[in-house]
């Protein structure tokens, strides 16, 4: 065991990362004694923890991918969030650990202990549970790519399973992936026609009526398919919050938008942050706004309610239409400003001039 990796880790995970980036070979922690220890957002990458000691332990958002996890004693220990991409965890044992939105691709838990844990809403490719003890756990909308799970004793409610195609299908045939740029992305078009009845429109743009409607059916369709998205797409799987862009009226409080996300947030485990941007005064729609300034007035509008909740996260952040992109460019100003990682726009519709 590498006795200067081990005092780090357990006085400062930020100056064990710190140290660890600047080392050209490979971390040992061999057997090391990490039991009930503070070791969220940690890198492990690559660490071999074979036979480490890590009961209680809060792993939170650490970063273990390519560890060698062989026979680690992990019992109720917290992995929330964690990514765990090629780990070898053979053998070892994860009872009544919570493995919540974790992220793991090609890992290998072969003959390991995972009575009553919690993988609800994690996302697992190419994993293999061979003879692994999975009894009463939980993997409550999970998503599971070529990955099998040897017991029926598992809550599976919500999950989605797929064993063919590499990229998950999405729930919907209805709509089409438009990328508009690397960050922001719409699903289908619209063009607004209000002088036509809903028989006279595409589904896609009668479902969008209906969702400002308040039709809750379309509103749970349509997060369905933002949760469908978070999980089978490749930017967007890292995403870890869902944020709302705020209606344009301060005074809204029946906001599909939000009931959307809320929606969204439930199915994938996402944080939802609904309630993170809060408009403070009322701005004109962007359709109107666009004929007199540019996103300033958003700006000036909203606020971030939360920033300490934002810091470091990677949003998602939704929308209804994207017209002018002037909301999206603001929101994404104040998130970034406020801490965020990494922000991500995703719009249902994307505006269009003319009827298509």
């Known amino acids: 065991m590498d006795e200067r990796a081990y005092e780090l880790l357990r006085t400062s995970v930020k100056r064990f990362n710190e140290w660890k980036a600047n080392q050209p070979t490979a971390v040992e922690l061999v057997e090391a004694p990490l039991a ?126 797929e064993n063919g195609s590499r990229t998950p299908r999405l729930p919907s045939v209805d709509f089409q992936w438009i990328a508009e740029d690397a960050m922001t992305f719409a699903i289908g078009q619209w063009t607004p026609r209000p002088e036509l009845p809903d028989e006279k429109v595409s589904t896609f743009v009668r479902n969008l009526r209906k969702m400002a409607r308040g039709d809750d059916e379309t509103i749970k369709g349509f997060g369905k398919l933002i949760a469908g998205l978070v999980r089978s797409h490749h930017r967007l799987s890292v995403c870890d919050s869902i944020v709302c862009v705020p209606s344009s009226n301060a005074e809204k409080t029946d906001d599909p938008v939000k009931a959307v996300v809320s929606e969204a947030s439930r199915i994938t485990g996402l944080r939802d942050g609904t309630n993170w941007l809060i408009r403070h005064k009322s701005a004109m729609p962007s359709g109107l706004l666009s004929l007199f300034s540019d996103e300033g007035k958003h700006l000036d509008t909203i606020r971030v309610a939360h920033p300490e909740v934002v810091e470091g996260r990677t949003v998602l952040l939704f929308d209804d239409f994207l017209d002018t992109g002037c909301s999206f460019r603001a929101c994404r100003h104040l998130l970034l400003a406020a801490g965020a990682k990494q922000v991500f726009c995703v719009a249902l519709a994307r505006r269009l001039p003319r009827e298509v």
């Open 36 to 161: 009930g220890l503070s070791l969220a957002k940690a890198d492990l990458s690559q660490v071999n923890m074979k036979g480490a000691d890590l009961s209680g332990a809060d792993l939170s958002g650490a970063n273990l991918t390519g560890a060698v996890m062989y026979r680690v004693k992990a019992a109720g220990a917290l992995l929330l969030r964690c990514r765990l991409d090629e780990v070898y965890a053979a053998e070892s044992d994860f009872t009544a650990a919570d493995l919540s939105q974790a992220r793991a691709t090609s890992a290998n838990f072969s003959r390991a202990l995972l009575q009553r844990a919690r993988l609800d809403h994690a996302r697992l490719l190419d994993v293999r549970f061979d003879e692994a003890d999975l009894s009463e756990a939980s993997l409550v909308g999970a998503l599971l790519v070529r990955t099998a799970i040897p017991s029926n004793d598992v809550n599976m409610r919500d999950a989605v399973i």
